[in-house]
């Protein structure tokens, strides 16, 4: 089967509706079609094809490649069904089964096609925190912040948003802090920020009024953030 936005499209719609095992079946017939060899960007008689997941990121990267001083410029061509795109649809999917092993599987297929892709280091690190892999999240989404200079500024929000709540899993409030508030900069409405601001707030009033040891609060955390992990083509 080959790849196109009309099937990942299809997809999506599929696991918005809980549909998972249709959005299965798709994504696993286009990936069939996947060969190591595939490139999400690579140049073809002096023009440059690009596999962007959304019209946005194919601005956004058009917007930084104008402003690198090039002495040869040259056309950008977004070509449409990304296969980096679908192998984390099918993470997704896993994670919406709640098998972070096999979705961290996927995303790992993924990354070697799209390393610096954000929304696949970003839930790369989601699945680590699920299976308590804190360390290693934390690394994963301070690379979803620095390896793609035209990230989208929602992909940035989420990223620090993630970065902030994994450093407050890691004990690292003051650190968690300010990621946190730095996500609030890129998306000031974000509920899940403001929770868990909240959380470190009333955690750091807990431990004062009770002089309880860092790792004992009681306090209850906001369930994980889920939003905006899927990009629409």
Not at 31 to 45: H, Y
Not at 147 to 164: D, S, V
């Amino acid at each position: 089967m080959a790849i196109t936005d009309d099937f990942l499209r299809t997809a999506i719609d599929s696991i918005r509706s809980g549909n998972l095992d249709a959005a299965k079946r798709i994504l696993d017939g286009v990936l069939r079609g996947a060969g190591r060899d595939w490139k999400a960007f690579r140049r073809s008689a002096g023009t440059e094809v690009v596999y962007c997941w959304t019209s946005e990121e194919f601005v956004a990267y058009s917007d930084y490649r104008a402003r690198i001083p090039s002495s040869r410029p040259h056309p950008i061509v977004w070509k449409a069904g990304s296969y980096s795109h679908a192998f984390y649809l099918l993470a997704l999917l896993e994670m919406e089964r709640q098998n972070p092993a096999e979705a961290l599987r996927l995303l790992t297929e993924a990354a070697h096609l799209e390393p610096d892709h954000p929304d696949i280091l970003c839930l790369q690190a989601f699945a680590l925190r699920q299976l308590g892999r804190v360390e290693e999240a934390i690394a994963s989404y301070r690379l979803a912040l620095t390896r793609r200079p035209w990230a989208l500024p929602a992909q940035q929000a989420r990223a620090w948003r993630g970065l902030g709540s994994s450093l407050i899993d890691a004990e690292q409030l003051d650190e968690a802090e300010a990621a946190l508030d730095h996500s609030l900069t890129l998306e000031p409405d974000s509920r899940m920020a403001w929770l868990e601001l909240d959380y470190i707030r009333e955690t750091r009033n807990e431990r004062q009024a009770q002089s309880i040891p860092d790792r004992n609060s009681r306090i209850s955390r906001p369930s994980p953030d889920q939003s905006g992990l899927i990009s629409t083509p």
